[in-house]
């Protein structure tokens, strides 16, 4: 049973480009969830969603943000015309319907250079 | 707003000194704390969860304790493969079911030198 599984591992894009990143959660797993790590800081929610909804997106930044979680195919945190403060590793966890406890995917560390 | 403070921000140790990790929270209703272990440049690893008051779990050397204001990990023996960074958060009960929301404390980094 493969856990969560992110790509790519690393990202480098340069100011003003996009950045997508993907989530494909553990089997079985219907939640999945966003988390971004800043230097010196702990994990802060993002987004939370489930199949072709989003449940809960207090956490993203007002603009150039958005995910997605299609019928088919991986979850999408998409950041638009990227800024060197997105720098930052982005964490994928997914979970259960019950909500129980949630299990995290190795991250994408995105530079903006 | 929920909050998690951990201490200390890091902690050194020789092979075998045994410790403890303090994580202290204020939540207006604690749904259950979790504890995961964070290598450099992976992803958070799932320890524990606890749900109420007086709950205790164990895993090899570690073993977490919960009380109404915190909760401790310990550490038996440690080994220097026990080196990371361990993470507390906690998730609230609410309304409308919007529980599953996981607010994280900054780590406490963990040294076991040989």
């Known amino acids: 049973n493969a856990g969560v599984m992110q790509n790519p591992r690393h990202l480098v894009r340069r100011r003003g480009q996009e950045a997508r990143l993907r989530c494909s959660p553990m089997?079985?797993?219907?939640?999945v969830y966003w988390y971004r790590q800043l230097p010196e800081e702990g994990l802060k929610f993002m987004v939370y969603l489930q199949k072709e909804n989003i449940i809960d997106e207090s956490g993203m930044p007002k603009e150039r943000f958005s995910a997605e979680f299609p019928k088919e195919g991986p979850s999408i945190l998409r950041i638009q015309q990227v800024v060197r403060g997105d720098s930052a590793a982005y964490f994928c966890a997914s979970s259960p319907p019950q909500n129980t406890e949630a299990f995290f995917g190795q991250g994408t560390r995105l530079t903006v250079v | 707003e929920d909050q998690v403070t951990q201490s200390p921000e890091a902690l050194r140790l020789q092979e075998g000194e045994s410790s403890s990790l303090n994580c202290s929270y204020t939540?207006?209703?604690?749904?259950?704390l979790f504890w995961y272990r964070q290598d450099p440049g992976k992803g958070p690893e799932f320890l524990f969860t606890l749900y109420s008051a007086g709950e205790e779990k164990e895993k090899e050397r570690l073993k977490a304790t919960l009380t109404k204001k915190e909760s401790f990990l310990h550490i038996t023996a440690p080994k220097p493969e026990d080196s990371a960074t361990y993470l507390c958060a906690v998730q609230a009960v609410r309304s409308g079911g919007s529980n599953y929301k996981l607010t994280f404390g900054k780590g406490t980094l963990l040294t076991v030198n040989p």
């Open positions: 089997k079985g797993h219907s939640h």
């Open positions: 939540v207006s209703g604690l749904r259950g």
